[in-house]
Structures are given as C-alpha cells and as structure tokens.
C-alpha cells in the first residue's frame, strides 16, 4: 500500500510546506526504482508524471515545477507554471500553492522561504553552479522581491559528502584559481587523492549571502543507495542510468 507519509523527509527550520524526496514511493523501476522525477532521464514519461504528481499531493501543492537544470547561476521568477522546461538553476515564486523545486543526484538542492516576504525559492548547486554563484543568485532574486538575507531560511538538502566525492588535483585547482580560500573544503582522501566537501562549500555562499539561518539535512545521497539516487554511485557499479532526488517547497494557500 503506498503511504503518502513514507515518501519525503523535512527540516524543523522551514515552516514553508516543503519535502527533501528520495528514491521511496514512487512507480519507477530499474535503475530509476522507484520516486525517479527526472522529466529528461530514459524512464517511462508515464511513470515520471505519476511520480511527480505523488509529490504534488503530498505537499498539497497545485504544481510542481522542475527546470531543465544546466549547473548555472541562472535564476528565473515564475507566477504560473511554464509552458515549456526553463535552461536554469534557480526558481523563485510568491505565488501561493505553486511548488518550486530542485532534481538532483549527488548536487546539492537548496530550499529558501522569507516568509514575512512571502518569497520561497529552490536552487541546484552542483560545483560548477556553487562556484559560479547559484546560491548568491537565488539569494539576490529573493531579495529583489522584498526577502532580506537576515529573514531568509535555507536548507541545503541531501547530496554527496566529502568521504565519498574523490575529485582530483584539477577540479581542486579549479576552486583555489577563483579563491585561495576556497581550498579549505578539500582534504585527501585515504590514497591521498583530493575531496571535495560539497555541503561545506554551499553552506559557506550561505554565510556570505548573510543568511545566518542555514542548514543541512545531513544525508549523503552517495552513502545511502536505499534511501536516495546518486549518479557516482551509479557511475562506480557500472548503471547506466540514474534516477533524480527532488527537494521542493511552495508558499502555502
């Protein structure tokens, strides 16, 4: 029997209706087994509708809206539900019952309210959109329509931890070119090759944006195959194919 309670977990620090969804409850199978959202992965369109429409209902939420993420620092405002997938990686929205969100599968999705402002937003952070200024975008759009940083709550949800995302010497380069600082979120891992520490990192724009109340669920989509997709993961066991997280939340009714 499938459980509407079952399918998302959510965070204390967001009063927003919102939900960080895994793998669980869902239609999906294979390697997408079984809450796949991705509207562009090679699972059945039928099945990705139903999947989607399950979370709609469990936020209580009129739409769920996805982009066609491109791991930028693009934002978009939107009052109804497009007509067709936007190239971007942030969404923020006033409009009450309408669900904006984030796919993942190892990058980091972060849910934003400002709730005197009545602003909620959702952004993907992979490393190339954290390092090119995803948060800080979603984080000015926000403010554009009246949030202030010191109101906002964010919540980074489930994506890869450092002990498992093994990067190399050239992404590490990649971050110290833009920011000395930056090599803080790297440490070596046991054959003494480069980590990345992805949460660290979105949580560090976080603080830069001002944003004191800033959190992360702690899940590591990499670790926990049961409970969440990861395109590494898959990548390692040889899959071809992954299915995507979605973390989403709307300003309520």
Not at 146 to 166: F, M
Request: aromatic share 10%.
């Amino acid at each position: 029997m499938f459980h509407m309670t079952d399918i998302a977990s959510t965070h204390p620090a967001l009063s927003s209706p919102h939900g960080f969804f895994g793998r669980r409850g869902g239609v999906s199978d294979g390697v997408y087994a079984t809450l796949n959202t991705g509207q562009r992965s090679d699972d059945n369109p039928d099945h990705v509708a139903t999947n989607r429409a399950r979370i709609a209902k469990w936020l209580g939420a009129d739409s769920v809206v996805s982009l066609a993420q491109i791991h930028s620092s693009e934002v978009v405002f939107i009052d109804a539900v497009p007509d067709q997938l936007i190239q971007a990686d942030g969404l923020v929205t006033m409009t009450p019952g309408l669900a904006v969100s984030a796919m993942s599968a190892d990058c980091g999705p972060v849910l934003f309210e400002d709730t005197d402002a009545g602003v909620v937003a959702a952004c993907h952070a992979g490393w190339r959109g954290a390092l090119s200024g995803i948060v800080e975008s979603t984080v000015a759009a926000m403010c554009e329509l009246g949030a202030q940083p010191t109101r906002i709550r964010a919540v980074l949800g489930p994506c890869i931890s450092q002990p498992n995302y093994e990067v190399g010497d050239t992404f590490k380069a990649a971050f110290a070119e833009v920011s000395e600082d930056y090599t803080q979120f790297f440490e070596p891992g046991s054959s003494g090759v480069p980590h990345f520490d992805l949460p660290g990192f979105i949580l560090s724009r976080l603080d830069a944006c001002g944003i004191e109340n800033r959190y992360w669920t702690g899940h590591c989509t990499y670790a926990d195959e049961t409970e969440y997709f990861s395109y590494r993961r898959n990548t390692h066991q040889g899959l071809s194919g992954y299915g995507r997280n979605l973390s989403a939340i709307m300003r309520p009714h």
